[in-house]
């Protein structure tokens, strides 16, 4: 059976031991459990895998579709895949009891990805144990596809589909599991041998934020609940109860189309959907726009793309045309508008990007040139005041995924290393290019 659209209910049964999954040799991504997903709501409407390959298929845009993602998704969703054979996940049920044998296995047995007919096509297998799980589960949570496309962070996903399992029951309580249970269920990534993270910073940047998520975006209403052994929190339950009217409700699934218009402007994936997360859609699409509209002026070219957008967004104007003047300009005033972004604050900011660029190239090669352990300790350091300042979360799984590359996370290394290897700030007074822009500029992002 071929399909080319994903088909069916809203509503999915996933099997209970498919909502805990604790990774044991690799992270477990958003994505990836997205994708995942819907491509066991592909393999329930074929029914059987194929008789020629012994393998379920469908197109790799398919799938994609089915959570609403974004086509710089799918170089993304390939390495998923690849990590779905090769990394090795322990099956358990978020209820003790639910689950009578316990297992450990790959997420796939096999994917295959290839063209037909000039289309990307996926085909993939299931190990034995899980075939008869995935395809017709005999303790299953409901969750909705529309309301899993919306989720941008895996713990946001995963605390859903877990909650998804109790909202019908009487008492509207997860189990209770110690706080460490959580962990790597929620982070989706292996539980170290020795745990040095403390309750309050998995609580701050994991448990809190994916509480937030589902309250925003889902058809449920979570609260969580810390339960302490003397003066100290060790188990954590959530209360889950059905949003007044969510039953007759179906979520809304985000609108992806202006992140896929700034892929095309020039901006990082990445950078992209962080700004589009952290600002919201509405300002997101206003300042994607006024990007656009900038670029098609003459004059004094955008120098940095990810800096304006940010600009726009955070309120800082780097040059004095506003929207409205530029839909207005006729023909002849062309030169007054290419004036008019010529100004002093655009000239004093080129003064400064060419003054900071040679000394941000400069420490970012002394910090690339590190030994392994020297780098490590300096990341620990950058781990440390990330955390004390409450950095956003997008900026804290770059660092944990070994992004520290990237310029979100590149601009706060080099502060942090000018000021241990020369003794003084990076720079004084408020006149000094944020780091993060003075990378782009110096064409290191």
């Known amino acids: 059976m071929k399909t080319e659209v994903i088909s069916g209910p809203d509503k999915i049964e996933k099997p ?57 998704t799918i170089e993304e969703l390939k390495k998923h895949l690849r990590s779905m054979v090769t990394h090795v996940v322990e099956w358990q049920s978020p209820s003790p009891g639910e689950i009578t044998e316990w297992g450990a296995c790959a997420l796939l047995a096999e994917v295959r990805l290839f063209k037909k007919n000039g289309e990307n096509w996926l085909s993939w297998a299931y190990p034995p144990s899980l075939r008869q799980e995935m395809l017709s589960p005999i303790r299953y949570a409901q969750i909705r596809r529309s309301t899993i496309a919306q989720f941008r962070s895996h713990a946001g996903l995963a605390l859903y589909e877990i909650c998804a399992r109790y909202k019908d029951n009487p008492s509207h309580l997860t189990s209770k599991q110690h706080w460490q249970w959580w962990l790597p269920v929620l982070t989706g990534k292996p539980l170290p041998k020795e745990i040095k993270t403390e309750f309050r910073f998995f609580n701050r940047d994991t448990i809190k934020p994916a509480v937030e998520e589902v309250n925003e975006v889902s058809e449920l209403l979570v609260v969580a609940r810390e339960i302490k052994v003397g003066r100290t929190v060790e188990f954590i339950q959530f209360e889950v109860r059905m949003k007044p009217g969510a039953a007759a409700t179906e979520s809304k699934p985000v609108d992806l189309t202006k992140v896929a218009r700034a892929l095309q402007l020039g901006i990082d994936a ?31 070219p955008v120098l940095s793309r990810h800096a304006y957008l940010k600009s726009l967004l955070s309120g800082r104007v780097l040059d004095s045309t506003t929207a409205p003047q530029m839909a207005d300009v006729s023909d002849g005033g062309h030169q007054a508008a290419a004036a008019a972004v010529v100004n002093p604050v655009e000239r004093k900011h080129a003064r400064l990007r060419e003054s900071e660029s040679e000394r941000v190239k400069l420490v970012r090669g002394e910090i690339e040139a590190l030994g392994e352990a020297s780098l490590t300790a300096l990341l620990d350091e950058l781990k440390k005041q990330f955390q004390v300042r409450g950095m956003s979360q997008s900026v804290m799984q770059r660092l944990a995924d070994g992004k520290w590359q990237s310029a979100l996370v590149m601009g706060e290394l080099i502060r942090l290393y000018w000021k241990q290897t020369r003794g003084t700030e990076w720079m004084a007074g408020e006149e000094a290019l944020p780091v993060v822009e003075q990378i782009e500029q110096a064409g290191l992002f």
């Open 270 to 300: 990445e950078i992209a959907e962080d700004l589009f997360i952290r600002f919201g859609e509405l300002a997101f699409a206003k300042a994607i726009d006024r990007l656009e509209e900038r670029l098609g002026l003459p004059g004094t």
């Open 16 to 72: 209970v031991s498919a909502l805990a999954m604790v990774p044991k040799t690799g992270a477990i991504t958003r994505v990836g459990r997205q994708a995942y997903t819907v491509m066991m709501l592909v393999a329930r409407e074929q029914g059987a895998e194929q008789g020629d390959t012994g393998m379920f298929a469908a197109p790799l845009n398919a799938v994609i579709r089915g959570f609403d993602g974004s086509k710089g």
